[in-house]
């Protein structure tokens, strides 16, 4: 059906001149309201106001503008049912055949510090959203536009027949209901710190879980494939969202990116974001098996690598710095298969260049941020929500438990293997020295086997180390093993029924033990 008229009311502006132009050319009337009507006038495009096709003022401080018969009767009446012709007539409804509509940007709005409760309320768009779903309700005769990447598209069909195939409409149909539902989830969850005080709103903090999670994630690629090869996965992101963090990476060669790519890519990520000096971090099947923080980041990876180079070939790296010749020359004696970081030196890419599959992947100015969402787990009739881990060592809450202090190079060691801990699958044991690590221990299902493997994987020797746990120990059997490999030191976050027996034992080994009060289990 050809489209005769068009209404357009946009906050987001991008691209709406040029389209407007395209659609004039037609000799589609054009109608619209407050600053979109302004600008396409200003650009010499003629327009139809709103108030003047309703015969209704703007009213109620812009809250009203759309909301009349004559604009859902214009977008809801059915072309081909001839009562809705019938009254479309008897009324003085004429037909508006495209709709573009796109919000008031209510998420950045809510992000707003110093936010007063009217500010949030006046920017929930209601007849935006209304209009969008009438018209994507009547698909069969109306188009609907959302996005401004769909201006082009949309514009080529007109052109070409004077109307929108029915696969656009419905494809551009779907796109409004997602992104109606998303705003209304948005607001859901904003309204949640609406308080009402002695008869006012208040905007309190924001609960540390809310009642509801609402959720709307669009594809942004299809993976190579799932944990195994005949499992289908994609990656999703925040539907309405620029992509940022891993999501927003950029990948300057390799093969196709897997879903376990990913996972190994955001745990060598997020551990590698911990330290402020250079970095270097391998993980393999999701668990670090060697980081290390030293002065330059060539010096860094040589550390991280010997703590476990068998374990490390295959890996996934990540480094906190641009990576320099020097350093992507020793990576590159590597078989790995990502690797992450801010940035590359333009000899380090000639380097990596002869490695056609080697996937690397730059991150974006916030790809080294720490996780800040929540965090959800699937199960069978449910979903498992929490905080990220966001557990720092506090110094002033830090308690040495044994007769012997730590010396201040072994409290150094402490801190870098607790953040290394924490990254660590649980139980959780890291061997540490000299800002890098020398064993690490995961996944075991008791502690002190953990600590077997760490002492069996460390390739140097572990005499005058740090033992970081990530959970108390439950018997002085994990502290007695790792002081017969060589460790002098131990951070754990105490709270054992059998704390005064791991103490003693580690007195009687001449140990340094602190407890920090802090769990890190990861599962």
């Not at 703007?58 to 809250?63: H, Q, S």
């Not at 990948?251 to 790519?261: F, R, V």
């Not at 069996?456 to 020797?461: L, R, T």
């Amino acid at each position: 059906m050809a489209v005769e008229r068009a209404l357009i009311s946009v906050f987001d502006k991008t691209g709406i001149v040029e389209f407007a132009k395209r659609l004039a050319g037609l000799e589609i009337e054009i109608l619209s309201t407050g600053g979109t009507s302004k600008l396409l006038r200003e650009a010499g495009v003629t327009v139809r106001d709103v108030a003047d096709f309703t015969g209704w003022p703007e009213m109620l401080g812009g809250r009203v503008k759309t909301l009349h018969p004559k604009v859902h009767g214009g977008l809801l009446y059915r072309r081909k049912h001839a009562e809705d012709q019938k009254q479309a007539a008897e009324h003085g409804i004429a037909p508006i055949d495209l709709v573009v509509v796109n919000l008031y940007p209510f998420e950045a709005t809510a992000a707003k510090q110093g936010l007063t409760p009217e500010e949030l309320i006046e920017n929930i768009d209601i007849g935006g959203p209304t209009m969008l779903r009438s018209a994507a309700k009547n698909l069969e005769s109306v188009t609907v536009v959302t996005d401004p990447a769909d201006y082009g598209r949309v514009a080529e069909e007109l052109e070409a027949a004077g109307e929108t195939s029915l696969p656009t409409r419905l494809e551009l149909a779907r796109k409004v209901f997602a992104t109606t539902s998303r705003y209304d989830g948005m607001i859901t969850t904003e309204l949640e710190r609406l308080s009402a005080a002695a008869g006012r709103l208040t905007l309190g903090e924001k609960p540390l879980l809310p009642e509801r999670v609402h959720i709307a994630l669009q594809k942004k690629d299809s993976l190579r494939y799932g944990e195994n090869p005949h499992q289908a996965a994609a990656l999703y992101i925040p539907a309405g969202t620029a992509p940022a963090g891993l999501a927003a990476a950029r990948q300057l060669q390799g093969k196709e990116l897997s879903y376990n790519n990913y996972v190994d890519l955001e745990a060598a990520r997020s551990l590698a974001a911990e330290f402020r000096q250079p970095a270097a971090v391998i993980v393999k099947h999701n668990t670090p098996c060697g980081t290390a923080e030293r002065e330059t980041l060539l010096d860094a990876y040589l550390k991280a690598l010997a703590t476990d180079p068998v374990s490390a070939f295959g890996g996934v790296l990540a480094f906190n710095r641009l990576i320099d010749a020097r350093t992507a020359e020793e990576v590159a004696k590597l078989f790995v298969e990502c690797i992450a970081a801010p940035g590359f030196e333009a000899e380090a890419k000639a380097i990596f260049a002869s490695k056609k599959n080697l996937r690397l992947l730059e991150l974006p100015p916030n790809g080294l941020d720490p996780e800040r969402e929540l965090q959800l787990k699937r199960i069978l009739g449910g979903v498992l929500v929490q905080q990220p881990d966001q557990g720092e060592i506090v110094e002033s809450e830090l308690k040495i438990v044994t007769k012997r202090a730590p010396t201040q190079a072994e409290m150094q060691t402490m801190r870098f293997a607790w953040k290394v801990s924490k990254h660590v699958k649980s139980n959780a044991i890291v061997f540490a020295k000299d800002g890098a690590t020398l064993g690490v221990g995961a996944g075991q299902m008791s502690r002190v086997d953990s600590v077997k493997i760490a002492v069996m994987k460390a390739q140097s020797p572990l005499a005058g180390s740090v033992v970081a746990s990530d959970a108390f120990f439950p018997f002085p059997d994990g502290v007695e093993e790792a002081a017969r490999a060589g460790a002098a030191a131990v951070i754990q976050p105490g709270g054992s029924v059998r704390d005064n027996d791991v103490i003693a034992a580690a007195d009687r080994l001449g140990m340094a033990m602190v407890f920090t009060g802090v769990r890190h289990f990861l599962h």
